[in-house]
Nanobody, 126 residues
């Protein structure tokens, strides 16, 4: 069982930057994918960015060019650099591990991941 723990987050004005980090304890050897998801009040959880063990990444269209996902050498740490933040990025952000491929790549759908952190709040004010 993998247990992701997020850190970072906070409040920032529009146009600012934040960095989220995640450390996953437990066995990650069978985890092909890790990723970041977010959920705003009243909305469904959505995939933000995912990364495979070979470094291949995918992004939601809404964050492309602004967010960057990266993985540590030990493959059990994850970061999300968020630049040019917008008010619509406000949400609780979750680190996900234990992800399986959808076809030949990581999926941005939550059902492909089986381990979740408790989440960290990101608030962007206009």
């Amino acid at each position: 069982q993998v247990h992701p723990v997020e850190s970072g987050g906070g409040s920032v004005q529009a146009g600012g930057s934040l960095r989220l980090s995640c450390a996953a304890s437990g066995s990650t050897s069978s985890s092909r994918c890790m990723g970041w998801f977010r959920q705003a009040p009243g909305k469904a959880r959505e995939g933000v960015a995912v990364i495979a063990t070979d470094g291949t990444s995918r992004y939601a269209d809404s964050v492309k060019g602004r967010f960057t996902i990266s993985q540590g050498n030990a493959k059990n740490t994850l970061s999300l650099q968020m630049n040019s933040l917008k008010p619509e990025d406000t949400a609780k952000y979750y680190c996900a591990a234990g992800g399986a491929y959808s076809g030949s790549r990581c999926s941005l759908y939550a059902e492909y991941f089986n381990s979740w952190g408790q989440g960290t709040q990101v608030t962007v004010s206009s």
